[in-house]
């Protein structure tokens, strides 16, 4: 795996390398050691699936504080996401700032997301499904979210209409 970190330290960007034949290609996505030697949590305890019918689909951007703050790897499995990730760490450098990824089932990239950063994304396609693997347990009690488009942040979001949860459309401006 190629592992490239991003501007918001701890959060990279991970792309397979395959080994290919006439058959096609075989292809590590995780490896426990790998991500430590990395410094990133290797510990996964919970997968998830969104599958997306529409798009224009807009998810998050949500996370879980203490004790049960989550990493995230994130990977499209069927069409396409424009993912992006927050810094909610106030002691860190890049504090408020963000990054998008676009994840596709073509590219076959992941994002590790580390813990204390909000996640969100847009499907860019019809029929669009996400693969999570997370470093905790969902906890109710310690979700949040910010809302998608909080000026604090400055999100730029493609162009277009979205579709919405109620309640990821009224989530309070982040006053951190």
Not at 9 to 29: H, N
Not at 69 to 93: F, H, N, Q, W
Request: charged share 25%; with cysteine; hydrophobic share 40%.
């Amino acid at each position: 795996m190629l592992f490239t970190e991003t501007k918001l330290k701890g959060a990279f960007i991970i792309d397979i390398e395959p080994r290919e034949d006439e058959r096609g290609f075989f292809a590590r996505s995780w490896c426990e050691d790998e991500f430590k030697q990395h410094g990133l949590n290797p510990n996964l305890v919970q997968c998830n699936i969104s599958y997306n019918k529409k798009r224009g689909t807009l998810r998050g951007l949500h996370y879980q504080v203490a004790p049960f703050a989550e990493a995230k790897l994130v990977r499209c499995t069927m069409g396409a996401i424009y993912d992006v990730i927050i810094d909610l760490r106030s002691a860190s450098p890049t504090f408020k700032q963000w990054i998008s990824v676009e994840l596709t089932a073509e590219n076959r990239r992941a994002l590790y997301v580390p813990e204390d950063f909000a996640h969100g994304f847009l499907c860019l396609m019809d029929n669009t499904e996400v693969f999570y693997q997370m470093s905790e347990f969902f906890h109710p009690e310690c979700a949040r979210g910010v809302r998608w488009n909080d000026p604090v942040f400055g999100v730029v979001w493609p162009a277009g209409s979205y579709i919405l949860s109620c309640q990821d459309g009224v989530y309070a401006d982040f006053l951190k």
